[in-house]
C-alpha cells in the first residue's frame, strides 16, 4: 500500500511539472508571437492577452483581466458578430478592416486582419472566444499606392488616346467648314436679296457653332493629369466668384457665399484646374437662375478634417429626369448656344482628383451641385 501510495505521489508531481512545463511554453507562444491574441470568456470579459495585444493598446497586461471588451472599445456591428460568433459556434474572419486608434488624427486609420474562433468544451458548448489581430496597415498602404499608379498610367493613357482622336477629327471638321464659311461669306457681298442673305446668316452661325463644338472637343482633349501643389483654399474660392460674377456682369443676381471655413485652409490640388471647376458651376448657377430674380448660394465646408465640400444654389427651375440621365453626358445639352462639354469636363478633372461631382434638384429652393475634394492628393 505504501509502495502504491508513493507510485501515486510521484505520477502527481510528474504530471504537475509536465503541466508547469505545458504552461510555461504555452505562455512563451502566447506572449512570444508578433500579432494581438486575446482570450475573453461568453461575456467578452478579457481572461488573458499577450504583450502585443497590451502594446498596442498602451496599457498593461493585467489592466485587461476581467474587463469587458466592448466597455473599453464600444463597436455596435463588432458586438453583434462576437455575440454571433458564441451562439452559432463558427469562426469569423476580417481581413484589412479599418480601424481608427483613439487620439489619432482623422485620416491615419490603421488596418487589421482579425479571426474569431470559438474555444469550445468537451460538450461542444462555446466556453470562450480567441481574438487574432494582425496589423497589415503598411501591405493596405502599399496596395492602394499601387493601385492609384495603374490608374494614373490607365489615364495617362486615355487621355493622349483622347487627344490624338480629338485633333484629327478636329482638322477632319475644321477644314470643311471653313470652306463653308468662306463660301457663305462670297454670297453674302454678291447677293442683297433679303430671304437669301436670311438663309446665309443661318450658314453662318451653325459654321460659327461648330468651330465652337471644335474649340470645345479640344478642350476637352487637353485635359491633363493634376499639376498638384499647396495653396490656400478662401483665395482661390472668392476668385472664382469674382471671375463667374464679371462675366455676367450683366445679369441680375444677387449671391450668397459662406465660406469661412475655408480661413487658414490649404489644399493639395491643381489650383487652375479647381479654379476651372469652381467657376464653370458658378456660371452655370447664374445661367439657370431666373433674370431679374436670380438667387446664388455659394458655401464651403471641410467634413472629417480630410474633405472639402462646395455647394453652389440657385433658384432656377428643376432638372427634368429625362435630362439629369444626360446631364454629365459629353455633347449633351439644353441650351441654345450649349456645346455640352462645361459639366463633362468638370466632372472628368474631379475624377483625377479623386472627388465627386452631383447635381441635384431640391423642391422649392432649385438646383444644387455638390463637389467633393479631397484636401491631400492620392499621389
Excluded at 465652337?212 to 490656400?232: D, G, H, M, Q, T
Excluded at 485652409?265 to 452655370?284: H, S, W
Excluded at 437662375?289 to 444654389?313: N, Q
Excluded at 449633351?332 to 469636363?345: M, V, Y
Aim: one cysteine or more; hydrophobic letters at 40%; charged letters at 30%.
Amino acid at each position: 500500500m505504501q509502495r502504491d501510495g508513493e507510485k501515486i505521489e510521484e505520477t502527481v508531481v510528474r504530471q504537475d511539472v509536465e503541466l508547469q512545463r505545458a504552461g510555461e511554453l504555452l505562455e512563451r507562444i502566447f506572449s512570444g508571437v508578433h500579432f494581438l491574441l486575446a482570450y475573453l470568456d461568453t461575456d467578452f470579459r478579457f481572461v488573458r492577452v499577450n504583450r502585443a495585444y497590451a502594446a498596442a493598446h498602451g496599457r498593461r497586461r493585467d489592466y485587461f483581466t476581467g474587463r469587458e471588451l466592448f466597455a473599453l472599445f464600444p463597436d455596435r456591428a463588432n458586438r453583434r458578430i462576437f455575440r454571433r460568433v458564441v451562439k452559432t459556434g463558427r469562426p469569423f474572419v476580417a481581413f484589412a478592416r479599418p480601424h481608427l486608434p483613439a487620439g489619432r488624427p482623422a485620416g491615419e486609420s490603421t488596418y487589421w486582419d482579425w479571426s474569431l474562433r470559438p474555444i469550445k468544451a468537451e460538450d461542444g458548448r462555446v466556453e470562450g472566444v480567441l481574438l487574432v489581430q494582425i496589423d497589415v496597415t503598411e501591405q493596405k498602404r502599399a496596395e492602394d499606392r499601387l493601385e492609384r499608379s495603374r490608374k494614373k498610367m490607365a489615364d495617362m493613357e486615355r487621355l493622349a488616346e483622347l487627344g490624338a482622336l480629338s485633333s484629327m477629327v478636329a482638322h477632319e471638321i475644321r477644314t470643311p467648314l471653313a470652306a463653308i464659311g468662306l463660301a457663305a461669306g462670297n454670297l453674302r457681298r454678291k447677293t442683297s436679296d433679303p430671304s437669301l442673305l436670311k438663309n446665309i446668316r443661318t450658314i453662318e452661325e451653325k459654321v460659327e457653332f461648330g468651330s465652337r463644338v471644335i474649340s470645345n472637343l479640344l478642350e476637352y482633349a487637353r485635359l491633363r493629369l493634376p499639376a498638384y501643389r499647396k495653396f490656400n483654399l478662401l483665395p482661390l474660392a472668392r476668385s472664382a466668384l469674382r471671375t463667374s460674377l464679371h462675366s455676367h456682369r450683366d445679369r441680375r443676381v444677387e449671391v450668397t457665399a459662406d465660406l469661412a471655413e475655408l480661413r487658414r485652409k490649404k489644399m493639395e490640388a491643381d489650383p487652375d484646374q479647381v479654379g476651372e471647376v469652381l467657376t464653370n458651376l458658378l456660371d452655370n448657377a447664374i445661367e439657370a437662375a431666373p433674370e431679374g430674380d436670380g438667387r446664388i448660394g455659394f458655401s464651403a465646408r471641410i467634413e472629417d478634417g480630410r474633405t472639402v465640400v462646395f455647394e453652389i444654389r440657385n433658384n432656377g427651375p428643376p432638372i427634368s429626369p429625362g435630362v439629369f440621365k444626360e446631364v454629365f453626358t459629353p455633347f449633351f445639352t439644353s441650351k441654345p448656344e450649349g456645346t455640352g462639354l462645361g459639366l463633362p469636363i468638370c466632372r472628368e478633372l474631379v475624377r483625377l482628383h479623386d472627388g465627386s461631382l452631383d447635381l441635384k434638384n431640391e423642391p422649392g429652393r432649385g438646383i444644387v451641385a455638390v463637389l467633393r475634394l479631397p484636401l491631400l492628393a492620392h499621389q
